[in-house]
């Protein structure tokens, strides 16, 4: 019962009271350490009250629970030293991480609390020891493993065609080779080391990515921007992909050119991906996929349903000519082609004037013009300029939460080996066998001084102005008058305020 209370507080609006009658519930704890505390007793979704805090964005009760936590070590002058204990923070064998799961969360207040001790402080550790390193030395593996992969398909097996033409419209010279006549040549076996190097690097992929997706969930895996959803998406079939292409490679089935395309086009789009690690181009990698799954997919509904009316009407005005005149609508895949590159203006208007055209193209033509060129491609620029518009005020805070699930990641996945916990051990210190990170504080006096000052000048100001709004009053059917007693108030305000607070800064210095 106790810790149902200490949940429903953290969820509380009123923050004070919810501090206050938290400590008030753990005075009569028992066991307020160990196993048997109230505050490590999780709920039904395995989150316990300090966790809960950071999912809900509550960054007034992280503060209060994250003060309880903390040991002054010593104190100097301005500087302090303060441990603080990272139990349930440190992502270090934990099994629902209290990083990811700020991460993870929809609410952008929880965001927030990256950017209070000592979370700023361990994640920028992690980053910067371990994090950045490791990640751009993956990035370079990345890319070389793509240039393997890329080779092996500009070299792949090829013979020239010995069968006849069946159409003047045929135009292939080379066909793909069978498996026996593919791996004879020493330039052969130089291109079997790097296909055998590519579908390891694909099974590798797999072998990473499915744990995560059974421990997660697929929903939140591939539904959250910030743990990278739309790149395991991509990387993940790029996988499928290298597969099927090697089934299609030893069974001798021409086509292998379908999946080795497409896992060109998206090996080469996961590069992206590492952008996050960069702070110049990270934050640009997340306006593209906020613009890519957003606008561009309700856009793509609209494209598609003009296209498809408009090249139907294309094909049929064209049915009935002779395609060697106007070939761009011979039949109908071909119209659909030449639609949708109308639509992006990448081609002008066919037309050939030597023969005299339908009339109804110029008809159908002229609407889908308005209608592609004029109306739909400004919605779409209107439309991307409004997201990066709302984009715009919180993508450095994203880039930061990409960065926190991305060293995350790096400590799931690498040995613990290459990986070694961050912090102090409590035996150093006699605080037993938790780990606390050191933080050193610099309190500057003279702000909270200053603060002081600033407080009493405010007060000073309201009260001498509510006396000059009396002073108006009373004189208020001299309407001429108004503008000269306004500025004697504001100049005697000024003058007294002033004059008060040097006074309060030659008594205290």
Same mark, same amino acid.
């Given at each position: 019962?106790?810790?149902? /209370?200490?949940?429903?507080?953290?969820?509380?609006?009123?923050?004070?009271?919810?501090?206050?009658?938290?400590?008030?519930?753990?005075?009569?704890?028992?066991?307020?350490?160990?196993?048997?505390?109230?505050?490590?007793?999780?709920?039904?979704?395995?989150?316990?009250?300090?966790?809960?805090?950071?999912?809900?964005?509550?960054?007034?009760?992280?503060?209060?629970?994250?003060?309880?936590?903390?040991?002054?070590? +010593?104190?100097?002058?301005? #500087?302090?030293?303060?441990?603080?204990?990272?139990?349930? &923070?440190?992502?270090?064998?934990?099994?629902?991480?209290? #990083?990811?799961?700020?991460?993870?969360?929809?609410?952008?207040?929880?965001?927030?609390?990256?950017?209070?001790?000592?979370?700023?402080?361990?994640?920028?550790?992690? +980053?910067?020891?371990?994090?950045?390193?490791?990640?751009? @030395?993956?990035?370079? @593996?990345?890319? $070389?493993?793509? /240039?393997?992969?890329?080779?092996?398909? !500009?070299?792949?097996?090829?013979?020239?065609?010995?069968?006849?033409?069946?159409?003047?419209?045929?135009? %292939?010279?080379?066909?793909?080779?069978?498996?026996?006549?593919?791996?004879?040549?020493?330039?052969?076996?130089?291109?079997?080391?790097?296909?055998?190097?590519?579908?390891?690097?694909? !099974? !590798?992929?797999?072998?990473?990515?499915?744990?995560?997706? $059974?421990?997660?969930?697929?929903?939140?895996?591939?539904?959250? %921007?910030?743990?990278?959803?739309?790149?395991?998406?991509?990387?993940?079939?790029?996988?499928?992909?290298?597969?099927?292409?090697?089934?299609?490679?030893?069974?001798? %089935?021409?086509?292998?050119?379908?999946?080795?395309?497409?896992?060109?086009?998206?090996?080469?789009?996961? !590069?992206?991906? @590492?952008?996050?690690?960069? =702070?110049?181009?990270?934050?640009?990698?997340?306006?593209? =996929?906020?613009?890519i799954f957003g606008d561009l997919m309700r856009f793509c509904w609209l494209m598609a349903v003009v296209i498809l009316g408009f090249a139907s009407a294309f094909y049929i005005i064209f049915q009935t000519e002779n395609p060697e005149n106007l070939g761009q609508f011979y039949n109908y895949p071909m119209s659909?082609?030449? %639609?949708?590159?109308?639509?992006?203006?990448? &081609?002008?208007?066919?037309?050939?004037?030597?023969?005299?055209?339908?009339?109804?193209?110029?008809?159908?033509?002229?609407? @889908?013009?308005?209608?592609?060129?004029?109306?739909?491609?400004?919605?779409?620029?209107?439309?991307?300029?409004?997201?990066?518009?709302?984009?715009?005020?919180?993508?450095?805070?994203?880039?930061?939460?990409?960065?926190?699930?991305?060293? /995350?990641?790096?400590?799931?996945?690498?040995?613990?080996?290459?990986?070694?916990?961050?912090?102090?051990?409590?035996r150093e210190y006699g605080l037993g066998d938790r780990w606390y990170l050191r933080v050193e504080d610099r309190v500057d006096p003279n702000k909270h001084k200053m603060m002081r000052y600033t407080e009493v000048f405010k007060a000073q100001d309201k009260d001498n102005y509510d006396k000059g709004l009396a002073?108006?009053?009373?004189?208020?059917?001299?309407?001429?008058?108004?503008?000269?007693?306004?500025?004697?108030?504001?100049?005697?305000?000024?003058?007294?305020?002033?004059?008060?607070?040097?006074?309060?800064?030659?008594?205290?210095?």
């Amino acid at each position: 019962t106790g810790n149902t /209370v200490l949940h429903i507080l953290v969820l509380q609006p009123n923050k004070t009271f919810a501090c206050h009658m938290y400590n008030l519930i753990l005075s009569y704890d028992k066991n307020k350490e160990g196993p048997g505390s109230l505050e490590l007793i999780p709920n039904n979704e395995g989150l316990t009250p300090f966790k809960l805090a950071g999912v809900e964005g509550n960054t007034v009760m992280f503060q209060y629970l994250m003060q309880k936590r903390k040991h002054n070590l +010593w104190s100097f002058g301005p #500087l302090t030293t303060v441990l603080y204990d990272l139990t349930e &923070i440190d992502s270090w064998a934990e099994d629902q991480s209290f #990083l990811e799961l700020i991460v993870s969360t929809k609410k952008r207040e929880a965001r927030q609390i990256l950017d209070l001790t000592p979370v700023k402080e361990l994640v920028s550790l992690k +980053w910067n020891m371990y994090g950045r390193p490791y990640f751009c @030395f993956l990035a370079l @593996f990345y890319i $070389l493993y793509m /240039v393997c992969f890329t080779m092996c398909c !500009v070299y792949r097996p090829l013979k020239p065609r010995t069968g006849n033409k069946t159409s003047s419209r045929d135009n %292939t010279i080379y066909v793909q080779k069978v498996l026996q006549e593919s791996y004879i040549t020493y330039e052969d076996e130089l291109r079997l080391v790097g296909e055998l190097i590519t579908v390891i690097g694909a !099974v !590798v992929i797999l072998i990473l990515e499915i744990p995560d997706i $059974l421990r997660v969930g697929a929903a939140k895996y591939f539904g959250q %921007t910030i743990l990278g959803g739309p790149f395991h998406i991509i990387v993940i079939t790029y996988a499928c992909m290298i597969l099927v292409t090697m089934v299609m490679r030893l069974t001798s %089935t021409t086509g292998e050119v379908v999946p080795m395309s497409f896992a060109l086009v998206l090996g080469w789009c996961n !590069v992206m991906y @590492f952008a996050r690690g960069f =702070q110049m181009l990270g934050p640009f990698t997340i306006m593209i =996929q906020k613009m890519i799954f957003g606008d561009l997919m309700r856009f793509c509904w609209l494209m598609a349903v003009v296209i498809l009316g408009f090249a139907s009407a294309f094909y049929i005005i064209f049915q009935t000519e002779n395609p060697e005149n106007l070939g761009q609508f011979y039949n109908y895949p071909m119209s659909l082609f030449t %639609t949708f590159e109308l639509f992006l203006t990448i &081609i002008d208007g066919p037309a050939n004037y030597d023969v005299d055209l339908p009339f109804m193209y110029s008809v159908v033509y002229f609407a @889908f013009a308005i209608i592609a060129t004029l109306l739909m491609l400004n919605l779409l620029i209107a439309m991307m300029g409004d997201t990066h518009w709302r984009v715009a005020h919180e993508r450095d805070e994203l880039w930061r939460a990409q960065v926190v699930a991305t060293t /995350v990641m790096l400590e799931r996945k690498l040995p613990r080996c290459l990986w070694p916990r961050s912090g102090i051990c409590g035996r150093e210190y006699g605080l037993g066998d938790r780990w606390y990170l050191r933080v050193e504080d610099r309190v500057d006096p003279n702000k909270h001084k200053m603060m002081r000052y600033t407080e009493v000048f405010k007060a000073q100001d309201k009260d001498n102005y509510d006396k000059g709004l009396a002073k108006l009053d009373i004189n208020r059917d001299i309407l001429y008058k108004k503008e000269p007693i306004a500025l004697s108030v504001s100049r005697s305000t000024s003058r007294t305020s002033s004059h008060r607070g040097w006074e309060i800064l030659r008594r205290n210095t």
